[in-house]
Structures are given as C-alpha cells and as structure tokens.
C-alpha cells in the first residue's frame, strides 16, 4: 500500500535475505519485530504470478486496487508503532493479510489483532493466506475503517495503511489513554500518542506514497 525509496543493495531472492537486508540497513531494529518477519513470510502474501518478486523492496499489487507494501515501509510503520506482548490492536486495511500475520506474531498468543478491511474480497484473500499460518489472535472484519470497532475498543494500538485527510475520530475515541496510532496522512507516516483523552502528541515522517483510504 506504500512505497518509500528504493535500496542500492542486491536485492533479496528469500525472505531471510529481505530480513538480513532489513536488519543490516537498520530498518528493523526490535528483536521481537525481527523475529516476527522472519517468522511471517511475504511471499504467502502476494499474488502467485508475482512470486519471483516476493523479496523485492517494493509494493506489489493483490487486485481490487491494491498493493501490499513495500517491506521497508511495513518495517518502520511497526518499528514506529512497537506493537508489545499482549496488546490489543486495531489494524485498518487488512489487504493480503501480510501486516495482519506480523502483529499476531509479535503480540503472541494473549494478544488480538483486530483487522478490518472495506473490499470484502480482500478480506477473504486475507482469510486464506492467514490459514497457512497456525494464528489463533485474529479478528477479521469487512468494514469501513474510519468508524473503527467501537464493541471491540479500546485498544493499545492502532495501526492503518490507507492514506486519510485525518486521522479519523472514532479511531482516536477508541485508543487507550497512552495508545499509539501510526497512520498516513497524505505523503507523511503520523505517529500520534495519547496523552490524555483529548492530548496528543504527534510525529510527521515525510516521504511516503500511500493509497487512500476509502
């Protein structure tokens, strides 16, 4: 769903090699992070005429519009979020499930990722790439992502990968005091941290393509 700047280096023709190269770049920075995308591999999660780019540092597409992101540009969205052990997550945008698969693998068995995508095909790709992984902390949804899920809320994290003119109300409604959210807004990555009901505090991160958010 983004696409950030390309890399000099070789490119990577196995997932442990994208990880290396992540890792060696300091993209990926977090162990837990670390061994989560070495865990979830990203050619699960692409379409198959594509799977001789599998490892390539750029968005590739999954139909209906839209890509999976480039593997640099999911890397410093989680590295930005620091998803931890336990949390409950909102994701917006469950595309190819590729994100969805890295936060159950980071938050571990007691925590939920709940993942809510508006093309109810998307969500169905979804569904049956995260069957190759045995994932028990998954919530999928076919919604609109701006209203967020209220009965589901409130959560510690919340993370989107569709580009909006705000980061939605509802969204911010639903964080937990101390939450974080990591989201685009326009060409940035916004990183916003709750401070108290109504205080945030905000970080731009400039430099990114994102599709919208619908």
Partial sequence: TANLRSSRS??????QQLVEKLVFEKTLITPQIINAFKAVD??????????????????LPIGYGATISQPTTVAIMLEKLQPE??????EIGSGSGYMTALLA???MERGKVFSIEYVPELKGL?????IKYDLGNIA??????????KSYGPFDKIISSA?????????????KASG???????DSLVILDKLSKRKFKEEKIPGFVFVPLQ
């Fill in 10 to 15: 070789a490119p990577a023709v196995t997932n």
């Fill in 42 to 59: 990203r050619k699960d999660f692409i379409l198959s005429e594509d799977h001789d780019r599998a490892y390539e540092d750029r968005p």
């Fill in 85 to 90: 052990r336990d949390d409950r997550i909102l």
């Fill in 105 to 107: 693998k980071i938050i």
């Fill in 126 to 130: 979804a569904e049956f790439n995260l």
């Fill in 140 to 149: 999928l949804f076919a919604g609109d992502g701006k209203i967020g899920l």
């Fill in 163 to 175: 580009s909006g003119k705000e980061i939605p109300k509802a969204c911010k409604g639903q964080l």
């Fill in 180 to 186: 974080r959210i990591v989201a685009p807004l326009g």
